[in-house]
């Protein structure tokens, strides 16, 4: 079992729609969770970070359910720029460093 | 304020050639981790490095090692290369400040696409 999972799409959408992305973990002692984007040919850049209470950033919402070990990413309103690789990201602090787990990502395509 | 810069961007290698990418980190920032993105995944863990020494490593082989220089700067090695290790390279820097100060705030590098032949 990969230690992230996350739904590879590619989710094709209308700009407008709202999208929801989700992703399990494995590991119960990891302990920060983010989600990163990552352009075609680009380096993964930090979206936001994931907290129990939920959060939001604009269009952006994102939920941790640690009992049920379930992140996800909602995104209202979709633009064309919203299109990209969704990476879910878990960190585990083990060993006396932090480690970053990714998924493989989750593909966004929003069309006009 | 500079990101992290990665050289080269590009480089085609043949099995069992040996590959040495190199990362230079942000400013300010102190701990240097590799990873390794094959086609169609996510970002895999290589290594970190920290105060010039390796501090964590994934699950890859001796033959994948680096360097971190004083100036936070770091090189990733690979000998014998094999067509698998075709991916790109990213570099991410960020600042270790202490146990319980939570996770790093990774800043990556564009990354060195390698392709083996």
């Known amino acids: 079992r990969k230690e992230v999972e996350q739904d590879p799409g590619p989710f094709n959408v209308p700009e407008g729609a709202t999208v929801a992305f989700n992703c399990t973990y494995s590991n119960s002692a990891s302990q920060s969770f983010f989600w990163y984007r990552q352009d075609c040919r680009k380096e993964p850049k930090l979206l936001m970070s994931?907290?129990?209470s939920g959060n939001e950033d604009g269009r952006f919402t994102a939920q941790l359910n640690r009992a049920s070990q379930y992140i996800s990413l909602l995104i209202r309103d979709s633009k064309l720029s919203d299109s990209a690789t969704y990476l879910c990201v878990v960190n585990l602090f083990s060993g006396g460093y932090n480690k970053l787990i990714f998924g493989a990502g989750t593909r966004l395509a929003v069309h006009p | 304020e500079t990101g992290v810069t990665q050289s080269p961007t590009h480089l085609i290698k043949t099995r069992g050639q040996q590959v040495t990418l190199r990362c230079s980190s942000q400013?300010?920032?102190?701990?240097v981790s590799w990873y390794q993105q094959a086609l169609g995944q996510g970002p895999q863990f290589i290594f970190q490095?920290?105060?010039?020494?390796?501090?964590g490593r994934g699950n890859f082989p001796p033959r994948f090692s680096g360097l971190q220089f004083p100036n936070y700067s770091s090189e990733l090695n690979v000998n014998a290369l094999e067509l698998d290790d075709s991916a790109l390279y990213l570099c991410a820097s960020s600042l270790w400040k202490g146990i319980g100060s939570g996770a790093n705030v990774l800043t990556f590098g564009a990354g060195s696409r390698l392709t083996v032949l």
């Open positions: 400013s300010g920032h102190n701990t």
């Open positions: 490095y920290y105060r010039e020494e390796e501090n």
């Open positions: 994931v907290y129990s």
